[in-house]
């Protein structure tokens, strides 16, 4: 498939290291997909569904260890130390590859490697990247497939280049305390062993898109981010596209799919869903900002999927997805998982394999973190720009948390530099579902806490080059908190497709025909600026959620400090001086 030198070393070093009794190169092709996924139904690795309800479907399950991104597993291996920043993890290189590579030696055997040859957007991209991943695993091709573009016309890109991302898994004994997800970000490369679940080993995912992204974008002056991307099209049929990052729970992938609320509609107004999880961006030829999704397929939570939370969503599993630690529904051969709908099989079998009865079982059915990976070309409101090589440009960037009082429904930043600080402090509260201490704020940065491949304020840094490199073309940057609650714990807004509401001023604001009030945080909306109308929300209780409290940010503001020491002096003086200026606001 290829004549990279390169490649081809790379490839027989890892085929020496884990001697497979056999090599297969992935060319993406139907023919020797579905060949593939013949195979893994023979071997039981994947369950065949209903071809007539779930065309193209299957169900998969992993072993009961192996269920979750594993964080305290997980690596970033730099030649310094302190590169890898107080909020990963470090391992000396040679170190790492020492270990790694004595659990992988001979692993293969007994086995096939796979080679997945695959672009990270769309294939011949300035904005794509490229990278081949080696596997034992057919599983994780067939979801590679998905979230990537695998295809022989990577290596056309490609040509000779040495400039790809090198990625090893082994399925080995899926042995829980040999564990490891390991980045080695000057080198290109990424390592997972004793995993087969989909975070830990679809290696284009968290790990190339961005930890190993990141770190690359810092050197070539560009952002990989943990954003979803949307495109808000006007009656007229001009197109806004904004990123956002938010922290888990927080709404993201509905936001991606949101649909506006019946009123908008009926007046013409559309959301393009670009991406729902990762976005790259580089200034374009003229000035601004342009992004791509860098992946191909969504990797969503199953459960509290449905009709109502997210029916886009939904609709993009209906076919060619493989579902993962979810019920099997014997009756017909289908899946369910919990919050799908109020009706779970009786005769089914649950995540783990077992016989399972919904109408009276107490156990759940499927993993809380059971998934779906389906292609992005299924979504109802996927964007006729997703394949765009030059990527859209962005008019806003959204951060967003969960915050019961402190931060008001929106506000934009004072500035570009402003708006960094507001991502570096954005932050979500604990519940009561999550852990026993109620309205602990957990601080999570641009939502990149546990993917930022290199130290954090040197990422922040970067972020404050990039406004320097965008200038006055930069993209307004705002915060949104859907998650105001009343002194009962109701929440005060409604959120899901009436969060339109607030896109509609940001964009707005981006186009300078929306006012706002100046408050010590930044610019709120004037209550009358947001369209409350056939909303059961009354117009003070929509100024009590744009209410700014002095006192609780002097708090918050306190909480900023003492987050920032753990940066050191690598935290950029600018954010320095921005929490200096936001104490002097407040007085």
């Given at each position: 498939?290829?004549?990279?030198?390169?490649?081809?070393?790379?490839?027989?070093?890892?085929?020496?290291?884990?001697?497979?009794d056999?090599?297969?190169?992935?060319?993406?092709?139907?023919?020797?997909?579905?060949?593939?996924?013949?195979?893994?139904?023979?071997?039981?690795?994947?369950?065949?569904?209903?071809?007539?309800?779930?065309?193209?479907?299957?169900?998969?399950?992993?072993?009961?260890?192996?269920?979750?991104?594993?964080?305290?597993?997980?690596?970033?291996?730099s030649?310094?130390?302190?590169?890898?920043?107080?909020?990963?993890?470090?391992?000396?290189?040679?170190?790492?590859?020492?270990?790694?590579?004595?659990?992988?030696?001979?692993?293969?055997?007994?086995?096939?490697?796979?080679?997945?040859?695959?672009?990270?957007?769309?294939?011949?991209?300035?904005?794509?990247?490229?990278?081949?991943?080696?596997?034992?695993?057919?599983?994780?091709?067939?979801?590679?497939?998905?979230?990537?573009?695998?295809?022989?016309?990577?290596?056309?890109?490609?040509?000779?280049?040495?400039?790809?991302?090198?990625?090893?898994h082994?399925?080995?004994?899926?042995?829980?305390?040999?564990?490891?997800?390991?980045?080695?970000?000057?080198?290109?490369?990424?390592?997972?062993?004793?995993?087969a679940?989909?975070?830990?080993v679809?290696?284009?995912?968290?790990?190339?898109?961005?930890?190993?992204?990141?770190?690359?974008?810092?050197?070539?002056?560009?952002?990989?981010?943990?954003?979803?991307?949307?495109?808000?099209?006007k009656?007229?049929?001009?197109?806004?596209?904004?990123?956002?990052?938010?922290?888990?729970?927080?709404?993201?992938?509905?936001?991606?799919?949101?649909?506006?609320?019946?009123?908008?509609?009926?007046?013409?107004?559309?959301?393009?869903?670009v991406?729902?999880?990762?976005?790259?961006?580089?200034?374009?030829?003229?000035?601004?900002?342009?992004?791509?999704?860098?992946?191909?397929?969504?990797?969503?939570?199953?459960?509290?999927?449905?009709?109502?939370?997210?029916?886009n969503?939904?609709?993009?599993?209906?076919?060619?997805?493989?579902?993962?630690?979810v019920?099997?529904?014997?009756?017909?051969?289908?899946?369910?998982?919990?919050?799908?709908?109020?009706?779970?099989?009786?005769?089914?079998?649950?995540?783990?394999?077992?016989?399972?009865?919904?109408?009276?079982?107490?156990?759940?059915?499927?993993?809380?973190?059971?998934?779906?990976?389906?292609?992005?070309?299924?979504?109802?409101?996927?964007?006729?720009?997703?394949?765009?090589?030059?990527?859209?440009?962005?008019?806003?960037?959204?951060?967003?948390?969960?915050?019961?009082?402190?931060?008001?429904?929106?506000?934009?930043?004072?500035?570009?530099?402003n708006?960094?600080?507001?991502?570096?402090?954005?932050?979500?509260?604990?519940?009561?579902?999550?852990?026993?201490?109620?309205?602990?704020?957990?601080?999570?940065?641009?939502?990149?806490?546990?993917?930022?491949?290199?130290?954090?304020?040197?990422?922040?840094?970067?972020?404050?080059?990039?406004?320097?490199?965008?200038?006055?073309?930069?993209?307004?940057?705002?915060?949104?908190?859907?998650?105001r609650?009343?002194?009962?714990?109701?929440?005060?807004?409604p959120?899901?497709?009436?969060?339109?509401?607030?896109?509609?001023?940001?964009i707005?604001?981006?186009?300078?025909?929306?006012?706002?009030v100046?408050?010590?945080?930044?610019?709120?909306?004037?209550a009358?600026?947001?369209?409350?109308?056939?909303?059961?929300?009354?117009?003070?209780?929509?100024?009590?959620?744009?209410?700014?409290?002095?006192?609780?940010?002097?708090?918050?503001?306190?909480?900023?400090?003492?987050?920032?020491?753990?940066?050191?002096?690598?935290?950029?003086?600018?954010?320095?001086?921005?929490?200096?200026?936001?104490?002097?606001?407040?007085?």
């Open positions: 498939m290829t004549k990279n030198k390169s490649v081809l070393n790379w490839v027989k070093e890892m085929e020496q290291l884990t001697t497979p056999s090599i297969v190169w992935i060319d993406g092709s139907k023919e020797q997909l579905d060949q593939l996924r013949g195979q893994a139904v023979a071997s039981g690795e994947l369950i065949k569904l209903n071809e007539e309800k779930l065309p193209g479907c299957y169900l998969h399950r992993t072993k009961v260890n192996d269920v979750a991104r594993v964080e305290d597993r997980t690596f970033i291996c030649t310094v130390p302190e590169n890898a920043g107080p909020t990963n993890n470090w391992k000396a290189p040679a170190e790492a590859y020492k270990m790694l590579y004595d659990i992988a030696r001979g692993s293969y055997k007994g086995r096939t490697m796979y080679v997945i040859s695959y672009s990270m957007g769309p294939i011949g991209s300035p904005l794509a990247q490229i990278g081949v991943e080696v596997t034992d695993s057919i599983y994780v091709v067939l979801n590679m497939a998905i979230m990537t573009r695998v295809s022989s016309k990577v290596f056309d890109v490609l040509g000779d280049s040495d400039y790809w991302v090198r990625g090893l082994c399925s080995c004994d899926i042995d829980a305390e040999k564990r490891y997800i390991c980045h080695f970000p000057e080198d290109n490369t990424i390592i997972s062993v004793n995993s679940y989909g975070g830990n679809l290696l284009g995912k968290k790990c190339f898109a961005l930890r190993i992204a990141s770190y690359l974008g810092q050197k070539d002056e560009w952002m990989a981010e943990h954003m979803l991307i949307l495109g808000v099209e009656p007229n049929g001009e197109i806004k596209y904004v990123t956002a990052a938010f922290p888990s729970a927080c709404g993201k992938t509905n936001l991606a799919m949101l649909i506006p609320p019946e009123g908008y509609r009926k007046n013409g107004y559309k959301v393009w869903c991406g729902d999880d990762i976005a790259w961006m580089r200034k374009g030829a003229d000035g601004r900002l342009y992004a791509i999704n860098p992946e191909n397929g969504f990797f969503g939570v199953a459960p509290g999927t449905n009709a109502k939370s997210n029916p969503a939904l609709a993009s599993t209906q076919k060619n997805t493989i579902f993962t630690n019920v099997q529904n014997l009756d017909d051969n289908t899946v369910w998982w919990e919050g799908l709908n109020k009706t779970p099989p009786a005769n089914a079998i649950d995540w783990k394999g077992n016989p399972w009865d919904g109408t009276a079982s107490t156990e759940k059915g499927a993993h809380p973190n059971s998934r779906f990976t389906a292609p992005a070309q299924n979504c109802p409101c996927i964007s006729p720009e997703f394949d765009s090589t030059t990527g859209v440009p962005i008019s806003a960037i959204i951060f967003g948390g969960r915050r019961a009082q402190t931060t008001p429904l929106v506000y934009q930043s004072r500035d570009w530099n708006g960094v600080f507001v991502g570096s402090i954005m932050a979500s509260e604990t519940t009561a579902a999550a852990t026993g201490a109620v309205g602990v704020v957990r601080r999570d940065p641009m939502a990149m806490l546990p993917f930022c491949g290199y130290h954090m304020g040197d990422y922040f840094a970067h972020w404050i080059k990039m406004g320097e490199i965008l200038g006055d073309k930069a993209p307004k940057i705002f915060n949104v908190n859907w998650f609650l009343d002194d009962e714990g109701n929440f005060l807004w959120g899901f497709g009436d969060n339109f509401r607030v896109l509609e001023w940001i707005d604001r981006c186009e300078g025909t929306a006012d706002a100046e408050t010590p945080i930044g610019f709120v909306p004037k009358d600026d947001i369209n409350i109308d056939g909303l059961d929300i009354d117009f003070e209780t929509l100024k009590s959620i744009l209410t700014v409290d002095n006192a609780q940010w002097v708090k918050e503001s306190e909480g900023i400090e003492e987050f920032y020491k753990k940066f050191g002096d690598r935290l950029p003086a600018e954010l320095k001086s921005q929490l200096e200026g936001l104490e002097s606001r407040l007085g």
